[in-house]
């Protein structure tokens, strides 16, 4: 078979490939990247944070909620920072890092009726000084929700007067032998600032701008500034442990605090495994098919409905069958895709969600809880749309991998894939060898294919080489037709 034929081939959109080096493939030296993929037929699926791209799950989050939203958004953050402070007190400053902030933990989850007891006294303390049933009116009537970066600057603003009120707490009840001082009451300040958010709102713009996109420029800065004193604090001060755990409580917990937020409350963790649907690309063989010295494997997928599906084994909450995971395709734009942050609360059980976030401390439900109840059905497939949406967008920087994807994700653990997952040998249509691949190396993933082609009975195995074609101008890739088994005909 020629090239071109070979081209066409494979480029008839039933094949996904899937660039990897020989050490990948054939070495059994794990801790230096020899996985044995090819002999043991796994494919691993990455957390989303080990993966190359920093914007990996990113969503252009915003907040949008009612006056009972919003004031039990703070008794959450008090919540959050009164179980994260447990921690601290406990650990090491060289441990600090092991402190997690937590944003699935309701009320609910407090291990004992003390703990319940002196969170509710802290909180009470600190939404009474913060005028929290005001404020969270005020926000409740705003007119431009809040995203990330102006709903972190908001969280600052109260965070320090947060603190004072829990140190207190905890001295009184014999937790800490000190206290913070007391801060400037910030209740008149946020307020205004909120206000001055609505009134700079209904103002004409004098920059071409829109002006949801002025506030978050504005609140990034105040927040990057406070970036940037933090790491001056590290550079002045001798015990650099001791000053990392006192500014993760002290000055990072807001923004941990929506982080976690965005990353335990909305939707089930996840893993990728990550495809090309092209393997001619020079870029992505330099990149991931180790400086071309590795090979792209050949998988054939299962379309069913103008959809392809990709059969794995070994995924948490499946069964010997394993699950057909459908292939998606990524999506590259500048923006993450949008996301209702109180909507799309769907990591709770309703009771919790009702209890903690959609019901005020009266019994009051939030209008946005009769939005999602209004029609669950409804709701349930746009959360699991938003869901794959945000698993599946990159950069247009990114473009010229022509990714597709396989997400898995469950509901029955916090990680759907700890082992990397397998695959029938079936599936593996063949192997394109990179240019420059040695010769040995060919050799060990002949031998390999061989000896499973005799267990499984399979006559058919396709071999292709990776090279530049200078009539083309191009990088091609040619079938080794001549490449046979012995006996196997």
């Known amino acids: 078979m020629n090239g071109d034929d070979a081209k066409i081939g494979l480029d008839d959109g039933e094949f996904l490939f899937r660039f990897r080096s020989a050490k990948a493939l054939l070495d059994d030296d794990h801790e230096n990247g020899g996985f044995q993929e090819l002999e043991k037929q796994t494919i691993y699926f990455a957390r989303p944070e080990a993966l190359n791209d920093p914007m990996e799950g990113l969503s252009d989050a915003f907040w949008d909620g009612d006056h009972v939203l919003w004031e039990n958004l703070f008794r959450h953050y008090a919540l959050s920072l009164i179980w994260y402070a447990h921690q601290w007190l406990l650990l090491k400053p060289e441990e600090i890092s092991q402190a997690k902030v937590s944003a699935w933990v309701t009320e609910m989850d407090l ?32 007119t431009i929700p809040l995203r990330r970066e102006r709903l972190t600057n908001l969280l600052s603003h109260i965070h320090q007067t947060a603190l004072s009120h829990l140190f207190r707490v905890f001295k009184k009840h014999g937790l800490t032998k000190f206290e913070l001082p007391i801060a400037e009451s910030c209740e008149s300040r946020v307020k205004t600032i909120v206000c001055c958010w609505e009134d700079i709102a209904f103002k004409p713009s004098t920059v071409d701008m829109p002006v949801e996109d002025q506030f978050e420029l504005v609140s990034s800065i105040g927040n990057r500034v406070s970036h940037q004193l933090e790491l001056g604090m590290l550079t002045q001060i001798d015990n650099v442990a001791w000053a990392r755990k006192s500014i993760a409580l002290m000055a990072c917990f807001p923004e941990m605090y929506v982080d976690a937020f965005l990353r335990d409350l909305h939707f089930t963790p996840w893993r990728v495994a ?111 749309r938003n869901a794959s949406e945000r698993a599946t967008w990159k950069h247009p920087d990114w473009e010229h991998e022509d990714e597709q994807r396989l997400i898995a994700s469950t509901a029955f653990s916090d990680d759907p894939a700890p082992e990397p997952l397998t695959y029938k040998f079936s599936q593996l249509e063949g192997i394109v060898f990179g240019m420059r691949m040695s010769s040995e190396d060919k050799l060990k993933i002949v031998s390999v294919i061989e000896r499973k082609c005799r267990a499984e009975g399979r006559a058919e195995f396709r071999f292709f080489q990776a090279y530049y074609s200078p009539s083309k101008g191009d990088m091609d890739i040619t079938e080794l037709g001549l490449l046979k088994f012995k006996g196997a005909d």
């Open 111 to 142: 291990p004992t009726d003390s703990f319940r007891a002196l969170y509710q006294e802290f909180s009470s303390d600190f939404c009474a000084e913060i005028g929290s049933t005001e404020l969270a009116g005020i926000l409740g009537r705003r």
């Open 274 to 384: 990550c495809f090309s649907c092209r393997c001619i690309n020079a870029s992505m063989w330099g990149t991931y098919g180790s400086e071309h010295r590795g090979a792209a494997l050949v998988f054939r997928t299962e379309q069913r409905g103008g959809k392809r599906f990709f059969r794995v084994q070994g995924m948490v909450g499946t069964g010997a069958p394993g699950i057909e995971l459908e292939v998606r395709s990524v999506n590259y734009r500048k923006r993450p895709p949008a996301l209702d942050s109180f909507l799309e609360i769907g990591m709770l059980p309703m009771r919790k969600l009702e209890n903690t976030w959609m019901k005020s401390a009266y019994g009051t439900p939030s209008v946005r809880l009769q939005e999602m109840m209004k029609d669950l059905d409804a709701w349930r497939a746009s959360h699991w």
